[in-house]
């Protein structure tokens, strides 16, 4: 998940939720999108959805919410 390494101390279990898997890299679960990026299933795993943990698993947690924008020049 980012690109670190999370284990039973910090809160990885055999089963967990969407939900829980954004709150290890701090990623509220009202704007949270997960996915699974190893093995053959890559689709989107929801935040009340249980999914199995094994080892080497790696997960790719983003926000939905992208902000942007720029202040008006005033002419």
Do not use: C, Y
Request: glycine residues 10%.
């Amino acid at each position: 998940m980012n690109r670190r390494k999370f284990e039973e101390s910090d809160g990885v279990k055999p089963q967990m939720t969407g939900a829980e898997i954004a709150a290890l890299v701090g990623t509220p679960a009202d704007i949270a999108v997960i996915r699974r990026d190893s093995g053959p299933d890559k689709d989107e795993i929801g935040v009340n959805q249980t999914v199995p943990i094994k080892s080497g698993d790696h997960f790719v947690v983003t926000r939905k919410v992208v902000e942007g924008g720029h202040a008006a020049r005033p002419q």
